[in-house]
Nanobody
Framework: QVQLVESGGGLVQAGGSLRLSCAASGGTFRSYAMGWFRQAPGKEREFVAVISWNGGNTYYADSVKGRFTISRDNAKNTVNLQMNSLKPEDTALYYC????????????????WGKGTLVTVSS
């Protein structure tokens, strides 16, 4: 069983930046692909970004490509999401997850989930 705890959410103006972090414990972190997902009010949870076990591969949803960067530190059991040029439509609860899916696609799902961190982008 993997425990995941997200942090770094908050309120930011449009055009600003935030850096989300996810700390993992339990399991074998360095063997998992890790992903970020988000759920906006009244909408279904959606895929945001994923990174392979060694950081060598990443994939992003079209809506965040070029603005968000996912990274990981296997020595610290952390995965991060740097979010730049934020837009009001990025407002959501952001979740970290152990991810499974197909590389080159957005068809990723979470196996273990954190409780989320709230990001609010004001216009």
């Amino acid at each position: 069983q993997v425990q995941l705890v997200e942090s770094g959410g908050g309120l930011v103006q449009a055009g600003g930046s935030l850096r989300l972090s996810c700390a993992a414990s339990g399991g074998t972190f360095r063997s998992y692909a890790m992903g970020w997902f988000r759920q906006a009010p009244g909408k279904e949870r959606e895929f945001v970004a994923v990174i392979s076990w060694n950081g060598g591969n990443t994939y992003y949803a079209d809506s965040v490509k070029g603005r968000f960067t996912i990274s990981r530190d296997n020595a610290k059991n952390t995965v991060n999401l740097q979010m730049n040029s934020l837009k009001p439509e990025d407002t959501a609860l952001y979740y970290c997850a152990v991810a499974r899916g197909g590389w080159g696609t957005s068809t990723w799902s979470g196996v273990y989930w954190g409780k989320g961190t709230l990001v609010t982008v004001s216009s």
